[in-house]
């Protein structure tokens, strides 16, 4: 089954399109630069989905839906918004047999829509905050599609929030930051880097834009969630006014924050491997399966009733499946579990039901443990947690290994081409060096981190004394 999965060191992008098709996850659509997600993958959106609900729920935000259609002239209130997202929106002409009055646009995000309605929603400060989060699809037409990571329609969440100052915007990014750089580590068991885009990176619209950045097993840059200040773009664009503490009528603060189902390609770029996906325990749909061997019918019904009994008991702690099919060798049951990256195997074989044992086999190091029936769910407990911890852990010391700190323009040209990585570099804030290493390198500056050393430096382009260090990289 692995044959059937292009080598990663021979073609990583190939090999990425191959696990997902192989392991079933998405399959092209008939329509050009959509995917449809197939069940396997739907299951880690609805993962995704559900823990980050949580998460947000618990932090005091609510859920609502607004409409897939924006009308034409609510895309052109916001200069730049309109100017970042138009060339890349759908737009419907006719509907119902006839040419509409005013061109629908399908939302490329919601920042519109939204805001339309706050008019409606918000007249004084004892309206505010509004903590609204949105799942929802939105539709961007793309060029050049892959599979999760660019696509022309994709799910996501979008939140919208409104607020009485600067500072509460301010503190609602910040949260939400927060809340994607715990997720990333925690569950996706990817480790991420924390900061603000640079002026030509931002969100169009955002007064700016603060994002997590992880490094993929190829060594390119993912946006993995961003956080958007939009100060009072948005409130001003369609008019949304409060009356404050003091009486007096103010613009109102907003924010907006999304992640994607481009987390399911970090979730696979970052931890899979030759023979397919890997996932952190936490992410996968199921966390263990049970692969009895026997070869009499007489070893068979032994095996199996030992294993039923370890089925029984992992089930209520689990999603744990039991492979008892008749028709394939174990051989082929393991590569057919690893392809789909089942985080760990119970093995039962005839000598481990005479002693009352089974060998369970991690999906990531491949590492065996025998362990004795009665210590089951301690051990299994311990294996996943384990497994858990040290994915994020070798995800971050895979990261530090190939982030530089590079003073020198011309070094950094050559390593960003091989090996590749994360470069941290000072830059003097000029659009021209951050604009030449883009056009010199197709890298970009991936972020600002929040965490600066207190230091002048020279700036990697034009060697001038600056203040402000950077990571660059290139990215998806
Ligand atoms: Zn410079």
Not at 14 to 22: N, V
Not at 73 to 84: P, W
Not at 139 to 150: G, I, K, P, Q
Not at 173 to 183: A, D, G, S
């Amino acid at each position: 089954m692995a044959d059937k999965i292009t080598k990663r060191q021979d073609d990583y992008s190939r090999w990425y399109t191959d696990i997902i098709l192989q392991g079933k996850l998405a399959d092209y659509s008939p329509v050009k630069g959509c995917m449809v997600i197939r069940p396997i993958g739907y299951a880690i959106w609805e993962k995704i989905q559900g823990y980050l609900d949580q998460m947000f729920k618990e932090s005091g935000h609510v859920n609502a839906y607004f409409p897939l259609f924006i009308p034409e002239s609510f895309m052109q209130k916001e200069a730049e918004h309109v100017a970042g997202f138009a060339p890349e929106c759908a737009v419907v002409t006719h509907a119902g047999g006839s040419k509409l009055e005013e061109n629908l646009y399908i939302r490329p995000t919601s920042e519109t829509i939204i805001w339309s309605m706050y008019k409606k929603w918000i007249m004084s400060y004892r309206d505010l905050p509004i903590l609204i989060n949105q799942w929802a699809n939105v539709v961007r037409w793309e060029m050049r599609t892959r599979l999760f990571l660019r696509t022309t329609e994709f799910l996501w969440q979008e939140g919208h929030t409104a607020h009485e100052s600067y500072e509460d915007a301010e503190a609602e990014t910040m949260k939400i930051l927060e809340v994607y750089r715990r997720f990333a580590e925690e569950y996706l068991a990817i480790p991420v880097l924390v900061g603000k885009k640079t002026e030509s990176e931002k969100f169009a619209g955002a007064l700016h834009t603060y994002c997590i950045e992880a490094m993929m097993q190829d060594r390119k840059a993912l946006q993995a969630g961003t956080s958007h200040h939009l100060g009072q773009n948005f409130a001003k664009a369609f008019d949304v006014k409060f009356q404050n503490k003091n009486s007096e009528m103010e613009y109102v603060w907003a924010t907006s924050w999304g992640v994607s189902t481009r987390l399911i390609g970090a979730l696979i770029m970052a931890h899979s491997d030759v023979d397919g996906l890997v996932f952190p325990p936490r992410m996968a749909q199921n966390q263990l399966v049970i692969v009895p061997i026997w070869k009499s019918d007489e070893e068979k019904n032994r095996i199996l009733t030992f294993a039923r009994n370890v089925y029984q008991q992992l089930k209520n702690h689990y999603q744990v499946i039991l492979d008892d099919r008749d028709q394939y060798k174990p051989g082929f049951k393991f590569s057919e579990w690893e392809l789909q990256g089942i985080p760990l195997r119970l093995v039962i074989g005839p000598r481990d039901e005479a002693q009352k044992q089974m060998v369970i086999v991690r999906r990531d190091t491949r590492q065996k443990t025998t362990i004795p029936a009665e210590q089951l769910l301690a051990r299994v407990a311990e294996q996943i947690t384990m497994m858990q911890t040290e994915m994020l852990e070798r995800a971050r010391i895979y990261r530090d290994k190939y982030t530089f700190t590079s003073t020198s323009y011309d070094e950094f040209k050559q390593q960003i081409e091989s090996p590749g990585g994360f470069f941290k570099a000072y830059w003097c804030q000029s659009d021209t060096c951050e604009s030449r290493i883009k056009e010199d390198t197709k890298a970009t500056i991936r972020l600002i981190p929040f965490e600066q050393e207190d230091k002048t430096g020279r700036c990697l382009v034009c060697q001038q004394e600056a203040r402000t260090q950077v990571v660059i990289a290139k990215a998806y």
